[in-house]
């Protein structure tokens, strides 16, 4: 079945410092969606990606739809506390209507 | 603007229990509603999924079952609870007709001992 490579699946980051994660796919996908999810929670939406080679900003998050429509990478700058959470990518593939694959997540802890 | 409700939160139920977990979304008609488990804080998996009242697409064989009886709602049942469903369950919702940006419920822990 279609799967998701999500990197790193952790990071430990000083408060301040940049952060990249990404995910790749074997196939094409035509949505490219960034999600947050804090213990105990939903996943909230952060970005929504729709065509190849959008790059999208949400404040201090910036993700971006890649070119060969394979890939996406979602950036936070200078992070903070409050970002601490698991990140997930997911992608829809245009198959059956329960088409949207998930990326196993990055956990992100930020040191003050 | 849409809303989605889930309940009840948390529930710890014994093993070979019967469950019912509800969800609601407010603001919106027709949307696509789907249920997904999640174990161990990680890793997202679709159980079940409906375009319409009535209408339910299953992902994974399992002893879970679900049901659409009104358009904005969707229930996650079973009849008899394992041990291996206990996990963190989420519904979500997205526009009629697609299938691409889901918006997500605040989830119910469910254990089951």
């Known amino acids: 079945g279609q799967q998701l490579n999500q990197s790193p699946q952790s990071m430990f980051i000083q408060e301040g410092e940049d952060v990249s994660m990404n995910c790749t796919s074997s196939s094409i996908f035509n949505t490219w969606l960034w999600y947050k999810q804090e213990p105990g929670e939903g996943p909230v939406l952060l970005i929504a990606l729709y065509k190849a080679g959008e790059l999208t900003s949400n404040g201090r998050l910036t993700a971006q739809f890649g070119i060969t429509r394979k890939d996406s990478f979602l950036n936070i700058s200078a992070s903070i506390p409050s970002d601490v959470g698991i990140y997930f990518c997911a992608g829809n593939y245009g198959g059956s209507q329960g088409n949207l694959i998930f990326g196993k997540g990055t956990k992100l802890s930020v040191k003050p | 603007s849409q809303t989605i409700h889930q309940w009840p939160a948390t529930l710890v139920q014994p093993v070979g229990s019967p469950l019912s977990l509800e969800c609601t979304v407010e603001g919106t008609s027709n949307p696509n509603l789907y249920w997904y488990r999640q174990a161990a804080g990680r890793g997202l998996q679709l159980l079940f999924y409906?375009?319409?009242?009535?209408?339910i697409s299953s992902e994974v064989p399992q002893n879970l079952s679900a049901s659409r009886p009104q358009d904005r709602q969707f229930i996650l049942s079973s009849k008899k609870l394992l041990l291996s469903d206990s996990g963190f369950y989420l519904c979500a919702w997205t526009l009629p007709g697609s299938t691409d940006t889901q918006y997500f419920g605040p989830g119910t822990r469910l254990t089951v001992l």
């Open positions: 409906s375009i319409g009242i009535g209408q």
